[in-house]
């Protein structure tokens, strides 16, 4: 069993920043890319931003400049920056796991956490 686990949720005022962090652990080999996604109500989930093993990243077009994501992969860890956060960016965040592989387990899965809720105040 892998648990995926986000932390740094909260309010905000427009303009301030926030911090998230999300761990996974279990019986974990390997994980291909770690990343963030949102949703907000009514909304579909949508990516934030990916991180691969090997550091690449991808940013949605509407954070590039603002979000910065950074991953641990010692630790199975990834942390999201937020800076000059703006209302549209209110929606509960989610961690996503991609491609983990398992100890004795064959095949590559996908995790998610249970979300976190980002508020931002205009």
């Known amino acids: 069993q892998v648990q995926v686990v986000e932390s740094g949720g909260g309010l905000v005022q427009a303009g301030g920043s926030l911090t998230l962090s999300c761990a996974a652990s279990?019986?974990?080999?390997?994980?291909?890319?770690m990343g963030w996604y949102r949703q907000a109500p009514g909304k579909q989930r949508d990516l934030v931003a990916t991180?691969?093993?090997?550091?690449?990243?991808n940013y949605a077009n509407s954070v590039k400049g603002r979000f910065t994501i950074t991953r641990d992969a010692a630790r199975n860890t990834v942390d999201l920056q937020m800076n000059n956060l703006k209302p549209v960016d209110t929606a509960v965040y989610y961690c996503?796991?991609?491609?983990?592989?398992?100890?004795?387990?064959?095949?590559?899965?996908?995790?998610w956490g249970q979300g976190t809720q980002v508020t931002v105040s205009s």
């Open positions: 996503n796991c991609y491609a983990v592989r398992l100890s004795g387990v064959g095949g590559r899965y996908n995790y």
């Open positions: 991180i691969t093993h090997d550091g690449s990243t």
């Open positions: 279990g019986s974990i080999v390997s994980i291909n890319a």
